[in-house]
C-alpha cells in the first residue's frame, strides 16, 4: 500500500483461497483491459467474460494473455457453458477451453434445467484437468430453489470437485440470493451457511449495498463476484474499512464507541442550533 495505517485489516495475499473477487469483464476493449490491469490488476483475482461475450469479443486471446500475465486467472461464463451444452457439443467446450488454454471453468445451469447428476459428473471430470466453478441458483425469478435444495446442490458440487460454488444473483443482483429489490435474501443464505463454509462460496454482488452486507456478515475475506471494472477499488476500500459504508467495522470497539459518540454529540449540537 502507499503509506500505513492502523486497525487495517489483513488481506492474503494472491493467489488466494479466501476473501475473492471476481471481476465481471462485459466487453472490455483490448486498451481498457490493459488500463484496468494498471489500475487494478493487484486486486483482481479471476476475471468472468460475462454471459456470451467471448463469441464477439475482439483480440479475445490478446485478453486472455493481458489478465493471465498480471496474474489474474480469466474464464468463460457460465452461460456460454450453457449454450454448447444445450446444443449437445459439451465435447467443443473442452477443446475451446484447450485452444485458449484457460485453467478455469465455470459449469452452471442457470438459464437450462439440467440433471443434477450430470452436472456434477461434468465437474468432477473438469476438476480432472482444471480448476471449476459451478453455480447454483436459476437466473429466471419465477424459479423458487428451496434453501434445502441449494445446500444439496452446493455440498455434493463441491464434493464433486469445485473449487467455489457460485450463488446466483445475475449482473443485476435481483434473483437467486437477493430479493427482486436487491436486498439479501437473509433466510436462505443463514439456511445455506449453517451447512456449507462461506470460504467455499463466491458471493455474486455486482451492487454496493450487497458488497457492504457480505463484508459486515463474514468479514474483509469474504468472496464476491460479479463486480464492474470501476468498482474493484471502491470494494477493497469496503474490505478495508475506507469507506463509511464499513468505517467502524475493523476499529477497536472502543475506540468505535468514542468515535461514535462524538459524532452523536456534534449532531444533537447541529440539530439544537
Same mark, same amino acid.
Given at each position: 500500500?502507499?503509506?500505513?495505517?492502523?486497525?487495517?485489516?489483513?488481506?492474503?495475499?494472491?493467489?488466494?483461497?479466501?476473501?475473492?473477487?471476481?471481476?465481471?469483464?462485459?466487453?472490455?476493449?483490448?486498451?481498457?483491459?490493459?488500463?484496468?490491469? +494498471?489500475? &487494478?490488476?493487484?486486486?483482481?483475482?479471476?476475471?468472468?467474460?460475462?454471459?456470451?461475450?467471448? !463469441?464477439?469479443?475482439?483480440?479475445?486471446?490478446?485478453?486472455?494473455? *493481458? !489478465?493471465?500475465?498480471?496474474?489474474?486467472?480469466? !474464464?468463460?461464463?457460465?452461460?456460454?457453458?450453457?449454450?454448447? !451444452? =444445450?446444443?449437445?457439443?459439451?465435447?467443443?467446450?473442452?477443446?475451446?477451453?484447450?485452444?485458449?488454454?484457460?485453467?478455469?471453468?465455470?459449469?452452471?445451469?442457470?438459464?437450462?434445467?439440467?440433471?443434477?447428476?450430470?452436472?456434477?459428473? *461434468?465437474?468432477?471430470?473438469?476438476?480432472?484437468?482444471?480448476?471449476?466453478?459451478?453455480?447454483?441458483?436459476?437466473? +429466471?425469478?419465477?424459479?423458487? @430453489?428451496?434453501?434445502?435444495?441449494?445446500?444439496?446442490?452446493? &455440498?455434493?458440487?463441491?464434493?464433486?470437485?469445485?473449487?467455489?460454488?457460485? =450463488?446466483?444473483?445475475?449482473?443485476?443482483? $435481483?434473483?437467486?440470493?437477493?430479493?427482486?429489490?436487491?436486498?439479501?435474501?437473509?433466510?436462505?443464505? $443463514?439456511?445455506?451457511?449453517?451447512? @456449507?463454509?462461506?470460504?467455499?462460496?463466491?458471493?455474486?454482488?455486482?451492487?454496493?449495498?450487497?458488497? @457492504?452486507?457480505?463484508?459486515?456478515?463474514?468479514?474483509?475475506?469474504?468472496?464476491?463476484?460479479?463486480?464492474?471494472?470501476?468498482?474493484?477499488?471502491?470494494?477493497?476500500?469496503?474490505?478495508?474499512?475506507?469507506?463509511?459504508?464499513?468505517?467502524?467495522?475493523?476499529?477497536? &470497539?472502543?475506540?468505535? +464507541?468514542?468515535?461514535?459518540? @462524538?459524532? +452523536?454529540? =456534534?449532531?444533537?449540537?447541529?440539530?439544537? $442550533?
Amino acid at each position: 500500500m502507499n503509506f500505513e495505517l492502523p486497525y487495517i485489516p489483513e488481506r492474503p495475499v494472491k493467489p488466494r483461497q479466501k476473501g475473492v473477487t471476481m471481476m465481471m469483464d462485459k466487453g472490455l476493449s483490448l486498451r481498457e483491459t490493459e488500463n484496468f490491469i +494498471d489500475a &487494478s490488476g493487484h486486486l483482481t483475482d479471476v476475471v468472468k467474460f460475462g454471459f456470451g461475450t467471448s !463469441y464477439v469479443t475482439n483480440n479475445f486471446q490478446e485478453k486472455i494473455n *493481458l !489478465y493471465k500475465s498480471a496474474g489474474i486467472q480469466p !474464464y468463460l461464463g457460465g452461460t456460454l457453458f450453457e449454450a454448447f !451444452y =444445450a446444443r449437445g457439443m459439451f465435447e467443443d467446450y473442452i477443446r475451446l477451453l484447450d485452444k485458449y488454454n484457460l485453467d478455469l471453468a465455470e459449469i452452471s445451469d442457470g438459464s437450462i434445467i439440467m440433471n443434477h447428476n450430470d452436472k456434477c459428473e *461434468l465437474i468432477h471430470r473438469l476438476a480432472k484437468t482444471r480448476t471449476v466453478m459451478s453455480e447454483v441458483g436459476s437466473k +429466471d425469478s419465477g424459479i423458487i @430453489v428451496s434453501p434445502t435444495k441449494w445446500v444439496k446442490m452446493m &455440498s455434493t458440487e463441491l464434493e464433486a470437485g469445485s473449487w467455489k460454488v457460485i =450463488a446466483e444473483g445475475r449482473e443485476a443482483g $435481483n434473483v437467486g440470493v437477493f430479493r427482486p429489490n436487491g436486498t439479501a435474501h437473509t433466510y436462505l443464505i $443463514n439456511k445455506i451457511i449453517a451447512k @456449507v463454509d462461506p470460504n467455499d462460496i463466491l458471493w455474486e454482488a455486482p451492487q454496493k449495498n450487497q458488497q @457492504v452486507w457480505f463484508i459486515k456478515l463474514f468479514g474483509e475475506n469474504v468472496n464476491l463476484g460479479n463486480i464492474g471494472p470501476n468498482d474493484m477499488i471502491p470494494l477493497e476500500c469496503l474490505r478495508l474499512g475506507l469507506r463509511g459504508d464499513t468505517f467502524f467495522e475493523f476499529l477497536p &470497539s472502543d475506540y468505535a +464507541d468514542r468515535l461514535k459518540q @462524538v459524532n +452523536d454529540e =456534534a449532531e444533537v449540537e447541529e440539530e439544537e $442550533n
